[in-house]
């Protein structure tokens, strides 16, 4: 793995345990696609740092499990405006 990968990978597992940020919501501050955000954590970062994988994962999990929640309140927030 490439040195610069490696360390974004590192870098946005640390934004996503210290902020609790959705992959979407890291995908934005480091300016690279949701998919790339999401094979970094599931797949690079386990390689990289087993530890920090196990805390990123638990949030992950989180944030899936709530998404739902999210969701609606978007939706309400749309509707609300008279979007």
């Known amino acids: 793995m490439k040195d610069y990968i ?3 990978v590192m870098e946005v597992a640390a934004y996503i345990i210290d ?4 992959v979407r919501e890291a995908a934005k ?3 690279v696609s949701k998919s790339t955000i999401h094979k970094d954590m599931s797949e690079r970062l386990p390689k990289v740092d087993p530890i920090t994988y196990e805390k ?3 949030i992950l ?3 899936k499990a709530e998404r739902h929640i999210r969701g609606g309140f ?4 749309k509707y609300k405006k008279g979007i």
């Open 6 to 8: 490696e360390e974004r």
């Open 19 to 22: 902020t609790g940020a959705t």
């Open 29 to 31: 501050v480091f300016k």
């Open 56 to 58: 990123v994962k638990k």
């Open 61 to 63: 999990e989180k944030n």
């Open 74 to 77: 978007a939706t309400k927030m």
